[in-house]
Nanobody
Framework: QVQLVESGGGLVQAGGSLSLSCAAF????????MGWYRQAPGKQRELVST???????SYADSVKGRFTISRDNAKNTVYLQMNSLKPEDTAVYYCNVNAIFGDYWGKGTLVTVSS
């Protein structure tokens, strides 16, 4: 059984910063891509950022230059540093792990950015 444990969400003022982390526990092998998605109220879930095991990254245009993804392969952990946050970044942020035997999701952590 695989479990993703997310942490770091919360309330922050516009222009502030937050850092999210997600650790994968359990029988998980050969992780390829780790990443973050988000879902704002009334909207579909969207990609925020991903990082492959080789270090290649991708970002949504809306977060480029403000968010930075990183990962610790030894700890099966992915991080998301979010700077210059905007009210439109308010959403539930979900961790995603793509591994050889499956695709896994965290339960989500709420990020609220006040104006």
């Amino acid at each position: 059984q695989v479990q993703l444990v997310e942490s770091g969400g919360g309330l922050v003022q516009a222009g502030g910063s937050l850092s999210l982390s997600c650790a994968a526990f359990g029988s998980i092998f050969s992780i390829n891509v780790m990443g973050w998605y988000r879902q704002a109220p009334g909207k579909q879930r969207e990609l925020v950022s991903t990082m492959t095991s080789g270090g290649s990254t991708s970002y949504a245009d809306s977060v480029k230059g403000r968010f930075t993804i990183s990962r610790d392969n030894a700890k099966n952990t992915v991080y998301l540093q979010m700077n210059s946050l905007k009210p439109e970044d308010t959403a539930v942020y979900y961790c995603n792990v793509n591994a050889i035997f499956g695709d896994y999701w965290g339960k989500g952590t709420l990020v609220t950015v006040s104006s």
